[in-house]
T-cell receptor, first 111, second 115 residues
Framework: GQQLNQSPQSMFIQEGEDVSMNCTSS?????WLWYKQDPGEGPVLLIA?????ELTSNGRLTAQFGITRKDSFLNISASIPSDVGIYFC???????????FGKGTRLHILP | DAGVIQSPRHEVTEMGQEVTLRCKPI?????LFWYRQTMMRGLELLIY????????DSGMPEDRFSAKMPNASFSTLKIQPSEPRDSAVYFC?????????????FGDGTRLSIL
């Protein structure tokens, strides 16, 4: 079946560092989405990307829709403690199709 | 505005029992999704509805699982009989319209433990 390969699985960083995570697929996606999940809560949409090459920012977060349409990355600049959580990439292969989720990147911030 | 509301938040029951999870989507949203989240398999789509009609139930694990959406403001996911391997967090999400360009909004989930 369709799969999204998300890396890294987990990250341990110091507060203030920048973070980069990415997602790849062997299939072409029409949209790429990045969600964050806090403990005990549901995923919350951070950024949505709809066009190949699109670069979008949301505060300290920046995400890009890869030119090949088979990958996307998410960067977080100057991390803060509340950035801790699980980040999921997700995408649609067709306009009306269901979302496929990656396995997530768990972000830990060291004191 | 109220988000997606799921109940119960936690459910612990013995295997063999029937389990019913409930979801109230955001008012005005046309699509509703049921997901299951486990450490091993991540977030998996079980079934989704557009305008109360089931569109794709290919993710439903087996016949023990069933979902209904009797009206635009309510959906249930039922497991009968439940088994320990059904233990997971179950999320409901809703979306305005049926176009994938619209974002899905998730509830806070039901943590299900089958003993």
């Amino acid at each position: 079946g369709q799969q999204l390969n998300q890396s890294p699985q987990s990250m341990f960083i110091q507060e203030g560092e920048d973070v980069s995570m990415n997602c790849t697929s062997s299939s072409i996606f029409n949209t790429w989405l990045w969600y964050k999940q806090d403990p005990g809560e549901g995923p919350v949409l951070l950024i949505a990307l709809y066009k190949a090459g699109e670069l979008t920012s949301n505060g300290r977060l920046t995400a890009q829709f890869g030119i090949t349409r088979k990958d996307s990355f998410l960067n977080i600049s100057a991390s803060i403690p509340s950035d801790v959580g699980i980040y999921f990439c997700a995408g649609h292969m067709n306009r009306d199709d269901k979302i496929i989720f990656g396995k997530g990147t768990r972000l830990h911030i060291l004191p | 505005d109220a988000g997606v509301i799921q109940s119960p938040r936690h459910e612990v029951t013995e295997m063999g029992q029937e389990v019913t999870l409930r979801c109230k989507p955001i008012s005005g949203h046309n699509s509703l999704f049921w997901y299951r989240q486990t450490m091993m398999r991540g977030l998996e789509l079980l079934i989704y509805f557009n305008n109360n009609v089931p569109i794709d139930d290919s993710g439903m694990p087996e016949d023990r699982f069933s979902a209904k959406m009797p009206n635009a403001s309510f959906s249930t996911l039922k497991i009968q009989p439940s088994e320990p391997r059904d233990s997971a967090v179950y999320f409901c999400a809703s979306r305005r319209g049926t176009d994938s360009n619209q974002p899905q909004h998730f509830g806070d989930g039901t943590r299900l433990s089958i003993l």
